[in-house]
């Protein structure tokens, strides 16, 4: 059963833990799963450059995951570009560099990008201008685990973050806005860790030797789970379990109020099958009955920027959160940094939705969503929803334990 301790209603939100298990295991869960692999949901485009704007190259973005963006298109595998192409690990591929685990795979689909508008999103930092630096990322073959990105590198980030653009709240706080700033990045944060502790290389000696020679077997069991990582991170933190729920809650929310919008969009990618698929499951996820049964509101934006200054404080977090956005142009790992822009872009996303407008009119008449934006989305609801699975299954026990990754 359930590993964290907390019960009752998640802080600021307006379900409770188990309800969300609940959900979660039932119907979000198998709907995402399925709907990540759709053509459509697959490929992000993303510029993986690292230029940072706020410190001067600190040598990660050289030395390590940088030197791998250079990957010509002529050199993937012919069958990797199609999306029937199947099995092969971003692993496997000649791309890579000395950390085979923090390489990124880049697979083209044109006919995925259609009719979708390309408007700025006030909450980020992206410039989504189609130009040479953008690639298309297939997702499915760089899952998001550890890539052994640590030391200064990410603690700088980690910091700035924090400490620069959205401070741990003291106890009493009454500032809901920024303790709402603050819950995402660290329910963000302790979902990263738990993909980390997820999917794990417990061993990087044997993994080379073993490359050489059965690089497709050895690949397949040298990922594993380590739940001591998991608990040091975040199991033994309850508020950052409590972070994680708000943030599932949140993003949860901004979807379903999206779903007229949602709905209507167009998921075409130029096979009619799949997109009927993504189509359906789609109208799943948005119209569900067991969702709007157990948990009809998960997150209420309405009661927000009411209080005096209201425009004003929604402008100084958009700020913040754009510079937190900003900040994953400094992510040293190519990987981590293609995790980090799309989950920090589903979240601007889900804050666009949810605080754009007076919330007077008609939401889907008015939002104007990138179709990059409605990919990160779905894909940061998926990522947070595997990372509740994860805490509600593994026992709390500080131990490593090895299953195939
Ligand atoms: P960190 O996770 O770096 O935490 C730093 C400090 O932040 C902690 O000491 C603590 O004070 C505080 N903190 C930690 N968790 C929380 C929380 N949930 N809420 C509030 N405060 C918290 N590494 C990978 O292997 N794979 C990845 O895909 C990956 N993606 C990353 C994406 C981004 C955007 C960044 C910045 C880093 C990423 N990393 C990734 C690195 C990873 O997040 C850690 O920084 C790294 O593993 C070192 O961990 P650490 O133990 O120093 O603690």
Aim: net charge negative; with cysteine.
């Amino acid at each position: 059963q359930g590993t964290h301790t907390q019960s009752g209603i998640v802080e600021d939100c307006c379900c409770d833990y188990e309800t969300v298990d609940h959900l979660n295991e039932e119907v979000l869960d198998p709907l995402l799963q399925e709907l990540v692999k759709t053509p459509f949901f697959r490929y992000f485009k993303v510029k993986l450059w690292c230029d940072c704007p706020f410190w001067p190259d600190d040598g990660m973005c050289i030395l390590r995951d940088c030197s791998v963006c250079e990957c010509p298109e002529h050199e993937f595998p012919e069958p990797l570009k199609r999306p029937s192409s199947l099995g092969l690990s971003s692993d496997d591929l000649v791309c890579r560099e000395g950390k085979p685990e923090a390489a990124v795979d880049r697979t083209l689909d044109t006919k995925t990008f259609r009719g979708w508008i390309e408007i700025d999103n006030p909450w980020t930092n992206d410039d989504e201008t189609d130009n040479g630096e953008m690639t298309y990322v297939n997702l499915q073959l760089n899952p998001e685990r550890y890539t052994g990105y640590t030391g200064p590198s990410p603690r700088r980030i980690w910091d700035a973050i924090y400490t620069e653009n959205c401070h741990k709240y003291p106890s009493g706080e009454f500032c809901q806005e920024k303790k709402i700033l603050y819950k995402l990045i660290s329910g963000l944060h302790a979902s990263i860790s738990i993909h980390i502790a997820a999917g794990y290389l417990l061993d990087e000696a044997t993994n080379l030797a073993f490359l050489f020679f059965f690089a497709f077997l050895l690949l397949w069991f040298q990922w594993g789970q380590n739940l001591t990582l998991l608990y040091d991170r975040v199991l033994r933190y309850p508020d950052r379990v409590s972070n994680l729920y708000f943030t599932f809650l949140f993003v949860l929310r901004a979807v379903t109020k999206a779903a007229d919008y949602l709905e209507q969009a167009e998921y075409d990618t130029g096979n009619p099958e799949e997109d009927l698929k993504t189509q359906s499951l789609m109208r799943q996820l948005l119209y569900n009955p067991k969702i709007q049964a157990a948990c009809p509101l998960p997150f209420d934006e309405a009661k927000l920027w009411k209080g005096q200054g209201g425009p004003e404080l929604k402008q100084q977090i958009q700020r913040q959160f754009r510079n937190i956005s900003a900040l994953m142009d400094c992510v040293g790992c190519e990987k981590c940094r293609l995790w980090g822009k799309l989950q920090v872009l589903g979240l601007g996303t889900a804050l666009k939705i949810l605080f754009s407008g007076d919330g007077q009119e008609n939401l889907a008449e008015r939002l104007q969503l990138q179709r990059n934006e409605v990919i990160a989305l779905m894909n940061l609801l998926n990522r947070l929803s595997e990372s509740v699975k994860f805490i509600h299954k593994v026992g709390p026990g500080p131990s490593i334990s090895k299953t195939m990754g």
